[in-house]
C-alpha cells in the first residue's frame, strides 16, 4: 500500500515537472498569449494550481516571468551555454539531424533551425560539400498527423498515463481493432516509430 502511495506521488510529481517545462514552453513560443484561465483549461487543472505552476517558475526556477493583463511573458530567458564542437563532431551531428528530417514524425521545423544553426558552424568553403552530401540523403518526410500523434504519445509517458488507441490490422484486411496501453518507451525504428 505504502509502495502505491509513492508510486502515485511520483507520478503526479512528473506529471507536474512535464506540465511546468511545456508551460514554460509556451510562454516562450507565444508572449502575451496566455493568459491563467487559458493554462488552466489546456492542462484541465484548476486556476490555482496553475497560479501555483507560475509560482515555481517565477520563484523556484527565478525566471522573469510577468503579466501586463494581455497574459504572461518572460522579460528574458536564459540561454543555453556555448557549445564547441570538433569538425568530425560538427559533421556528425548535422548528418545526423538531416537523417532524421527522414523520419517520420520528427518535427521538421525544429529540425530544420537546427540544421541551419549547424551548417553555420563550417566555413563557407565547405557549404557546398555539405549540401553534396546531404543531397545522398534520405528525403524529408512530412507527416503532421504522425507528430501529433508522437506528442500526444510523448506526453503520456512523461505523465505516466494510459492511452486509447484504435489501429487497423492488415492481417484482417484492416479490420479495426482497440486497446489501451501503458507507454514504457517510444524509440525510432527503421523509418517509423516504435511504442513499448
Do not use: C
Request: glycine share 4%; charged share 30%.
Amino acid at each position: 500500500m505504502l509502495e502505491q502511495l509513492r508510486g502515485s506521488t511520483r507520478a503526479q510529481e512528473t506529471r507536474r515537472i512535464a506540465r511546468i517545462l511545456e508551460i514554460i514552453q509556451l510562454i516562450s513560443d507565444r508572449p502575451r498569449h496566455w493568459k491563467r484561465k487559458m493554462l488552466a483549461d489546456k492542462f484541465e487543472i484548476s486556476e490555482r494550481q496553475i497560479q501555483k505552476d507560475l509560482s515555481v517558475i517565477r520563484h523556484g526556477l527565478r525566471l522573469p516571468l510577468e503579466n501586463d493583463g494581455d497574459g504572461y511573458y518572460f522579460t528574458r530567458l536564459p540561454g543555453l551555454p556555448t557549445v564547441s564542437y570538433t569538425f568530425n563532431e560538427a559533421l556528425a551531428l548535422l548528418l545526423a539531424a538531416r537523417m532524421a528530417q527522414a523520419i517520420p514524425g520528427v518535427n521538421s521545423a525544429e529540425l530544420a533551425a537546427a540544421i541551419a544553426r549547424l551548417e553555420a558552424l563550417f566555413p563557407e568553403e565547405f557549404l557546398p560539400l555539405l549540401r553534396q552530401s546531404a543531397d545522398r540523403l534520405p528525403r524529408s518526410a512530412k507527416a503532421p498527423h504522425r507528430q501529433e500523434m508522437l506528442t500526444l504519445l510523448h506526453r503520456a509517458l512523461a505523465e505516466r498515463r494510459r492511452v486509447r488507441i484504435i489501429y487497423a490490422i492488415g492481417a484482417k484486411g484492416g479490420e479495426e481493432s482497440e486497446r489501451v496501453v501503458e507507454p514504457y518507451h517510444i524509440m525510432p525504428y527503421v523509418r517509423s516509430w516504435q511504442l513499448i
